[in-house]
DNA sequence: TATTGTTATACTCTATAACTATA
DNA sequence: TATAGTTATAGAGTATAACAATA
């Protein structure tokens, strides 16, 4: 009988044989190892949390990002704006419905081709868009609050790699 | 005029100044560098591939989530499963349902808390996992195409470290 | 003839509240 | 009193089809 064998958990405990919580428990799972779920999970908690963030400027997320491209300078059309954020063409009338009904963008006649339109902010939109990126980023601090500088870099890359 | 520089993209072109395509444009945009917007695009279309390749066993990811957890031996309560997937108590019935009816999971009661249902699959179900368990992965094969075996370990780590 | 934006519409997903049976 | 599961219901998000203007 060795006697510095001080902490072990004692597996031979009839009832209690599990107090871990159930989070750890399904760590094991498969499920757990695949990336869809984790990536799942990931935009969900990111997702929420943002929303949560931007709730005082009455934004969300997808709105966030409609005016982010509008304040980009790389001038979308509605179009393009829908396949780089995979929305539908009637999703992304009624959110720029929203943000030009606010003053924060504008519609603009593409001179190349009449049947687009361009998005491009207003001087609100700017100020508007200062404010709610502020708070995403807050909200993208608190999610990668577990990673290195470095690790949240590598995260980046990786993931750009498989979207681009 | 050097006579050594033949490839070069002619920068001083007046009218087809912009050939690149407007997925090349938007990926300089600040929002294209934010996780949160990565992880919702990787998300997508990790979804909608899985979606797709689960069809034909009439299974969507959600019903796969629910069936592989059932089949991981972790014998998680509907309640559990629902904090664990991200899931309503009430979705969670709904998706369970389904998967009962056709015979693929069963509710069985907890022992220790008569009010609780623990989720184990049958034998059919763990036929119907095995199937659709290589339909993700091939989906995944398809998303992580390009990175390394080494990189895909990398972002499997990172996504955990954040999601748990 | 094909494409952009638009509208109307329906469908899926998600969230909320109330109920029941247990604890 | 609080919690697990259930039900009903409403809301948000998403997809589909048809149309007008333009290419």
Redesign the pocket.
């Known amino acids: 009988m060795p006697p510095s064998t001080p902490a072990a958990p004692a597996p031979s405990a009839e009832k209690s044989a599990t107090p871990e919580t159930s989070e750890e428990r399904f760590q094991q799972s498969p499920l757990a190892r695949e990336v869809a779920f984790l990536t799942a999970r990931a935009r969900?908690r990111g997702n929420?949390l943002a929303?949560q963030l931007l709730a005082d400027l009455d934004l969300?997320?997808?709105h966030f990002s409609v005016l982010a491209m509008a304040c980009s300078g790389t001038k979308?059309?509605?179009?393009?704006?829908?396949e780089f954020l995979?929305?539908?063409?009637?999703?992304?009338?009624?959110l720029?419905?929203v943000l030009e009904g606010r003053g924060a963008i504008r519609?603009e006649p593409?001179p190349?081709?009449?049947?687009?339109?361009?998005?491009v902010a207003t001087e609100a939109g700017r100020e508007l868009y200062a404010q709610a990126a502020e708070r995403t980023r807050q909200a993208e601090e608190q999610t990668l609050r577990a990673l290195s500088p470095a690790e949240r870099d590598q995260l980046r890359e990786l993931l750009a790699k498989i979207v681009f």
């Open positions: 969900g929420a929303n969300k997320v997808r979308p059309s509605q179009r393009e704006l829908g995979d929305l539908d063409p009637s999703q992304v009338v009624a720029v419905d519609r593409d190349r081709d009449r049947r687009s339109k361009i998005l």
